[in-house]
C-alpha cells in the first residue's frame, strides 16, 4: 500500500473558508466516486484551523520566517489492485485533476509518495486463532490485499491500515482455534463491495450474504473465513 500526502494551497480569489468548502463538499464527493477505479482505499481531508492565525504566525517566527501554512492536506492511501481498465483510471484522474483546477493553486501545492513509521500511537490488533494458518493467511491477504507487516511459523501479521493489524495465529495454546468463531464479526470498509463479492466467489469463498443494501446507507456482503469467521465488507453508498 502506497500513502500520497498532497500540501495543497487555495486559490488566490478564494478565501481559506470558501476553499475548504469546496474541497470538503464538492470534490470530496468526486473523489469517493473514483477511488475503486483509482485503488483509492482511504482518503483523509486536513483542514488548516481558521482561527489560529497567532499560532500560525508564531510557527514560521520559530522557523526562522517560513513560507504561509498550507490551506490543508489530502492524504490518500492506494491499492495496486483497482476496478476497471488502465483507460479508465486515466479518465478518472483526468476528471480530479480538472476539478482541481477548480480551487487549488497546483503550481504552488506539492505531492510526495510516504513511508509510514510510528514513533507513538497504539496498534490495535484482531487476532484470529486457527487451524490452518497458511489457509487463513492466503484467503484474507487475497481478499483485501492487505501487506504482510510480520511473519514467523504458524503467523503472520498483516496490515489492514496506518494503526490497525490482523494476527493470524495457528494452534496457539494461551488463543486455541474456536470452531466457526461464532458471535465475532470482523467489518472492513471497502471501496467497491461488488467487486469484492466477485473475487470472493471466484475464490470459492462460502458467501452467507451477497451484496444488499442496508435500511443505513451502505451496501454489504457477508463471507465465511476457513475458520467460520464472519466477515462483512461494507461500502458508504452516495446520498441523494
Same mark, same amino acid.
Given at each position: 500500500?502506497?500513502?500520497?500526502?498532497?500540501?495543497?494551497?487555495?486559490?488566490?480569489?478564494?478565501?481559506?473558508?470558501?476553499?475548504?468548502?469546496?474541497?470538503? @463538499?464538492?470534490?470530496?464527493?468526486?473523489?469517493?466516486?473514483?477511488?475503486?477505479?483509482?485503488?483509492?482505499?482511504?482518503?483523509?481531508?486536513?483542514?488548516?484551523?481558521?482561527?489560529?492565525?497567532?499560532?500560525?504566525?508564531?510557527?514560521?517566527?520559530?522557523?526562522? &520566517?517560513?513560507?504561509?501554512?498550507?490551506?490543508?492536506?489530502? @492524504?490518500?492511501?492506494?491499492?495496486?489492485?483497482?476496478?476497471?481498465?488502465?483507460?479508465?483510471?486515466?479518465?478518472?484522474?483526468?476528471?480530479?485533476? +480538472?476539478?482541481?483546477?477548480?480551487?487549488?493553486?497546483?503550481?504552488?501545492?506539492?505531492?510526495?509518495?510516504?513511508? @509510514?513509521?510510528?514513533?507513538?500511537?497504539?496498534? /490495535?490488533?484482531?487476532?484470529?486463532?486457527?487451524?490452518?494458518?497458511?489457509?487463513?493467511?492466503?484467503?484474507? /491477504?487475497?481478499?483485501?490485499?492487505?501487506?504482510?507487516?510480520?511473519?514467523?511459523?504458524?503467523? *503472520?501479521?498483516?496490515?489492514?491500515?496506518?494503526? $490497525?493489524?490482523?494476527?493470524?495465529?495457528?494452534?496457539?495454546?494461551?488463543? =486455541?482455534?474456536?470452531?466457526?468463531?461464532? &458471535?465475532?464479526?470482523?467489518?472492513?470498509?471497502?471501496?467497491?463491495?461488488?467487486?469484492?463479492?466477485?473475487?470472493?466467489?471466484?475464490?470459492?469463498? *462460502?458467501?452467507?450474504? =451477497?451484496? $444488499?443494501? *442496508?435500511?443505513?446507507?451502505?451496501?454489504? *456482503?457477508?463471507?465465511?473465513?476457513?475458520?467460520?469467521? +464472519?466477515?462483512?465488507?461494507?461500502?458508504?453508498?452516495?446520498?441523494?
Amino acid at each position: 500500500m502506497r500513502k500520497l500526502v498532497y500540501a495543497l494551497r487555495r486559490l488566490p480569489h478564494l478565501s481559506r473558508e470558501d476553499f475548504q468548502r469546496y474541497w470538503r @463538499e464538492v470534490h470530496a464527493p468526486l473523489v469517493a466516486e473514483r477511488a475503486p477505479v483509482l485503488g483509492i482505499v482511504r482518503y483523509v481531508q486536513c483542514h488548516t484551523l481558521l482561527d489560529m492565525d497567532d499560532a500560525h504566525e508564531g510557527f514560521r517566527l520559530r522557523n526562522g &520566517g517560513s513560507p504561509e501554512p498550507f490551506d490543508g492536506f489530502a @492524504e490518500l492511501w492506494f491499492e495496486d489492485r483497482r476496478v476497471g481498465t488502465a483507460d479508465d483510471a486515466a479518465a478518472a484522474a483526468a476528471d480530479l485533476l +480538472a476539478d482541481e483546477r477548480n480551487f487549488i493553486d497546483l503550481p504552488q501545492s506539492p505531492a510526495t509518495l510516504t513511508a @509510514e513509521h510510528h514513533v507513538i500511537g497504539a496498534e /490495535r490488533r484482531v487476532l484470529i486463532p486457527t487451524a490452518d494458518h497458511d489457509a487463513t493467511a492466503a484467503w484474507h /491477504r487475497g481478499l483485501f490485499g492487505w501487506e504482510v507487516v510480520r511473519d514467523w511459523p504458524g503467523g *503472520t501479521l498483516l496490515s489492514v491500515d496506518d494503526h $490497525t493489524r490482523l494476527e493470524i495465529l495457528e494452534n496457539s495454546e494461551d488463543f =486455541p482455534p474456536q470452531p466457526s468463531l461464532d &458471535g465475532t464479526t470482523f467489518v472492513v470498509e471497502v471501496p467497491d463491495v461488488e467487486d469484492l463479492h466477485r473475487r470472493a466467489v471466484a475464490a470459492g469463498a *462460502t458467501v452467507q450474504r =451477497p451484496p $444488499t443494501t *442496508t435500511p443505513w446507507g451502505h451496501l454489504m *456482503t457477508i463471507l465465511r473465513d476457513p475458520n467460520g469467521l +464472519a466477515v462483512v465488507g461494507f461500502q458508504v453508498l452516495p446520498q441523494g
